[in-house]
């Protein structure tokens, strides 16, 4: 969900369980909202007093963040006795390092990508108390929290939100070939097939759409999940077993994108990253693509002219409905970290509505909400050109829908199956072929 560029991407292992007990009675003293006026950093065991805490995150897009996430680790970290080691690592690098941690220990606390927890569940603390106190707390989780983050019943971590992604537009260009309400993303909401019309026109305008259908672990899986999804297709059953990739409305939906490629979209773009089209949109080659809203903030930052005519829509809907590709990121606890209390102790507090709420409203609405009662927040009243991104966790399903995000549909996600599927599609210009050819590739995995 996206997910996004300047750098990307997340996974663990084994501990003895009973300081964790020890913590958990020693915590008594830690606050819980809505009774009193809490303390600011509660009363944390004695037991934690002089130890060393490692916690391991993918780089913000949002620099604003991490600098309070680091702040924040410190502050605490000065008042408990515990020093504090926040690592950040660019996207691609954070599983490698997960999965070595996992084997070598090293780290407390991880930040997953969604599905990792399925990938890593062995290696993961059981943190379900502390996770369904969060959610109630915050009048529920989100819908695609729920889809996402249990693992076997369990939360093998608590669920933080994820990243936003959405169709970013020059409203100029848009106005130029004659969209009502261009100015107002809020108010667009188009079918694919609407979608791409204005795709069409703008291409004949030298200014096509961009998207990036390459090897990379945002963007593409981003756009062609909810295009398969909005089809009627998807990669297995509720059963999670049965193959539904190979539909006949899908090939046919694939036989449209195939012609909406070569009418309305930068051709290039199969061999694009995660980072290609936020350059093309930013030289002003292409008139609208698939982002986080990132795209937008650096332009705020570097391009003021583009960013004023900069807005967002909602990914566009088709005969099945909307739908985002969207899981939930958690942070973790790995059961072979040698202070599993003082992580513990540093989640409880950090997801109180103070730190978190803080940490959450200085992403402006590019990092989406985890609970509902953020869903009515006044930060999504500021900016309405980010009031669009408010609304897509409802639209939100993870990788294997309908079947579960588990290790089967990590691995086809991790392959690239149903990127491949469309970039082969558009390349060849055979639809039924290269639908035929992911199915297959899903059945060597789902079997």
Not at 48 to 72: M, N, V
Not at 73 to 89: H, I
Not at 252 to 276: H, L, P
């Amino acid at each position: 969900m996206g997910k996004k560029k300047l750098t990307e991407g997340k996974g663990l292992s084994r501990r003895e369980f009973l300081k964790a007990g020890v913590a958990g009675a020693a915590a008594v003293g830690l606050a819980k909202v809505g009774g009193g006026t809490p303390s600011v950093f509660g009363q944390a065991p004695a037991a934690i007093k002089g130890t060393r805490l490692a916690i391991l995150q993918g780089t913000y897009f949002i620099p604003a963040g991490q600098d309070l996430y680091k702040k924040q680790a410190q502050e605490w970290g000065q008042a408990n006795g515990v020093t504090m080691a926040t690592d950040f690592l660019n996207w691609p690098d954070l599983q490698p390092k997960i999965a070595a941690a996992v084997q070598a220990g090293g780290v407390d606390i991880i930040e997953l990508w969604p599905s990792w927890n399925h990938l890593y569940k062995a290696s993961l603390l059981d943190l379900t108390d502390m996770a369904e106190e969060v959610g109630k707390r915050g009048g529920g989780f989100e819908e695609y929290v729920v889809n996402s983050a249990k693992v076997d019943g369990r939360y093998l971590g608590i669920p933080s939100g994820q990243s936003n992604g959405s169709m970013a537009y020059r409203i100029s260009m848009f106005k130029e070939v004659g969209v009502a309400n261009a100015e107002d993303g809020n108010k667009l909401d188009f079918t694919w097939e609407q979608y791409h019309a204005i795709a069409k026109k703008l291409k004949a305008k030298g200014k096509p759409f961009g998207q990036a259908l390459g090897h990379s672990t945002g963007d593409p899986p981003s756009f062609c999940y909810p295009y398969m999804w909005s089809h009627g297709a998807m990669e297995v059953d509720k059963d999670g077993k049965t193959v539904l990739f190979n539909k006949p409305e899908f090939v046919e939906a694939m036989r449209k994108f195939i012609q909406a490629w070569k009418d309305g979209y930068d051709e290039t773009g199969t061999s694009w990253d995660d980072s290609n089209n936020n350059r093309a949109f930013h030289s002003s080659q292409i008139s609208c693509t698939f982002n986080g809203s990132s795209i937008y903030f650096v332009a705020k930052k570097n391009h003021p002219d583009i960013a004023k005519d900069t807005s967002h829509l909602l990914i566009p809907r088709g005969p099945a409905g909307r739908f985002y590709w969207l899981g939930s990121r958690t942070f973790a606890i790995l059961k072979n970290s040698k202070n599993i209390p003082a992580a513990k102790e540093f989640l409880k507090w950090w997801f109180q509505d103070k730190q978190y709420d803080e940490w959450w409203r200085i992403q402006e609405g590019y990092h989406l909400q985890h609970v509902k009662r953020l869903a009515n927040d006044p930060m999504w009243d500021k900016d309405p050109k980010m009031t669009p991104f408010r609304n897509q966790p409802k639209y939100g399903r993870d990788l294997g829908y309908a079947g579960p995000p588990n290790e089967k549909a990590s691995m086809a996600y991790s392959k690239y199956i149903i990127v491949d599927t469309f970039a082969k599609a558009v390349q060849s210009g055979d639809a039924a072929a290269a639908v035929k050819w992911g199915a297959e590739q899903l059945q060597r995995i789902y079997g």
